[in-house]
């Protein structure tokens, strides 16, 4: 291989369309691109996200004899790139770990990889493995199967255990911990400013287990630790973090993927180009730049310079390729064909809803009641349903016909829906609030993406809760966190995600049809500390 070859296959580059565009076969045809990203603008339905692969794939046969590794986040739960009805929608993390039932994780993610790799996609960018034990972590939350460590590591092993065996490599994410955060970077720089000991106790627990567990790929995370760099740069681009802990101290072989490189903590501290020659020297196999052509280009000419200049050494270069071509081979990432006549079927089979109805209606945790569930299937209940509207860098609008109000209405004579955004402007609130008059039964379900529930959403709960005679019943529909705004109030459960099946499991849990069996991943208040979980009597 050439050097351009060579340094072509450390890269993975998103594109924007449903078929291979010009910037992206230019990618493959011209810089020897080793990797594809796809996200949701490059997915539509099962046979077209098939066709798609399919054809990337032929057009890189044309050019090199080395397979295209073809990447995604497919987390589940909020963070899933493909949501289509056809495929089978597996809970996130949080969820799964409400559940302490390890199996679940597994058979979660071997769905997930089943399912993955009939659309020709062979590298997911999951588990999250971090410990998410900071309330106001405004980028994981959910992602995190909680806030100890070891059920981190006994989780996350299960996942990718069940993801490898499916025929993916899974990614354990974000190295060496991306959860006591109160930063995002894909807006700017993180720092989690703990000592070695506490980090090797916690932190790193999930990683090191992961290690053991052989997972495939680690993704670094764009967070400063200055227990392991005492410069001011963050893990991605650290040779003491890459090469000296992950490889030297925890004996890690396998592939380093950079986070994106075009998130804020790299780009605009350091440049996307510099950023990737930065990681590449401090240990990165494969460097990851999702979005943007120009940068795309200019990180893989950055890296070839930098080897002809004498600054990255070609030794180093080597190294990576054989770890990238290794597991090419091992996950048979040549073998891909067209989509058949029987294809769709394959997808969101009867067997495998089970599972996810059993993940959900185990993760429902009521954590505290005072006596008002089950809910009176008789009286005339208002559901206030807050809508993700918007596009974040942790959310995508999801149009979503069933929520919990139609979950309810199959057991209840008389339920109402007021759908509002998840950031509803005082308009909004004042309609909400008024729109209950004269119910004495309300359900609010409270939707927080970020690290404290948006002002408006609070507002009519503690209205609500502040009117007399009437029975409140508040349920979080992602981040748990959100009863630390309104402490006092009577009912309270968690569900961690706001998808069909999870919101049917928590009807039928309001109703009184089954109990609340899930437990709290993460502690939300002194008052109701980790684990706990109550018990409705029908």
């Known amino acids: 291989m050439s050097l351009a070859e060579k340094v072509g296959q450390m890269f993975v580059c998103g594109f924007e369309g449903y078929v291979p565009n010009d910037d992206i076969k230019a990618l493959i045809a011209n810089y020897h691109l080793g990797g594809i990203i796809y996200f949701r603008r490059n997915v539509r339905e099962v046979g077209q996200i098939a066709g798609l692969s399919y054809d990337l794939q032929k057009w890189n046969e044309e050019q090199s004899d080395i397979p295209l590794l073809i990447s995604i986040d497919q987390e589940g739960g909020m963070v899933a790139r493909i949501d289509s009805d056809e495929v089978t929608l597996v809970p996130g993390n949080m969820a799964i770990g409400a559940t302490r039932n390890t199996d679940l994780a597994y058979e979660a993610a071997r769905i997930c990889g089943l399912e993955l790799r009939d659309l020709g996609i062979n590298v997911n960018f999951a588990p999250s493995v971090d410990v998410n034990n900071n309330a106001l972590n405004p ?22 255990r069940g993801l490898q065996e499916a025929g993916i490599a899974a990614t354990a994410k974000h190295f060496p911990g991306h959860g006591d955060t109160e930063s995002d970077t894909h807006y700017g720089l993180a720092e989690v400013p703990h000592e070695r000991e ?66 804020h903590a790299i780009s605009q501290h350091f440049g996307v180009a510099e950023g990737a020659v930065m990681a590449v020297e401090a240990g990165a196999d494969l460097v990851l730049v999702s979005h943007t052509f120009e940068s795309q280009v200019a990180s893989i000419e950055a890296v070839i310079a930098a080897v002809e200049s004498g600054r990255v ?28 006549a029987d294809f769709a079927s394959r997808f969101g089979t009867t067997a495998r809803k089970d599972i996810v109805r059993q993940i959900c209606e185990q993760s429902v945790t009521l954590v505290k009641d005072d006596g008002q569930l089950p809910l009176d299937k008789n009286e005339p209940t208002i559901v206030i349903w807050p ?52 119910y004495k039964q309300i359900v609010v379900a409270t939707y927080n993406a970020v690290s404290t529930l948006h002002e408006g959403q609070v507002e009519i709960v503690r209205e609500l809760a502040a009117r007399s005679g009437v029975k409140l019943v508040v349920a979080s529909t992602r981040n748990p966190y959100d009863l630390n705004q309104f402490p006092d109030i009577a009912t309270y459960l968690c569900c961690y995600e706001n998808r069909p099946m999870t919101m049917a499991a928590l009807g039928k849990v309001l109703t009184g049809a089954i109990p609340a069996r899930g437990k709290l991943p993460v502690a939300i208040a002194a008052e109701y500390p980790f684990g706990h979980s109550a018990t409705l009597q029908s």
């Open 139 to 160: 980028v994981i939350g959910v992602r995190s199967y909680g806030e100890r460590a070891d059920l981190v590591a006994e989780m996350g092993a299960a996942a990718i």
């Open 198 to 263: 506490r980090l090797f106790n916690l932190e790193l627990v999930p990683f090191k287990r992961a290690i053991e567990e052989g997972v495939d790929a680690i993704m670094t995370a764009h967070v400063m630790f200055p227990a392991f760099e005492p410069a001011s740069k963050p893990a991605t681009l650290s040779r003491r973090v890459l090469t000296d802990l992950l490889r030297g101290e925890l004996k890690y072989n396998g592939v380093i993927i950079t986070d994106c490189m075009e998130m």
């Open 313 to 340: 050494p070609e030794a180093q270069i080597d190294e990576s390729v054989k770890r990238i071509m290794e597991l090419k081979r091992k996950r048979q990432m040549d073998r891909f064909s067209r989509a058949t």
């Open 387 to 438: 809508e993700v509207k918007e596009r974040t860098e942790v959310d995508e609008p999801v149009e979503q016909r069933y929520a919990l109000a139609a979950a309810l209405s199959e057991s209840m004579a008389n339920v109402q829906e007021l759908r509002i955004g998840t950031n509803p402007e005082p308009e909004e609130v004042r309609n909400a609030i008024e729109a209950c008059a004269g």
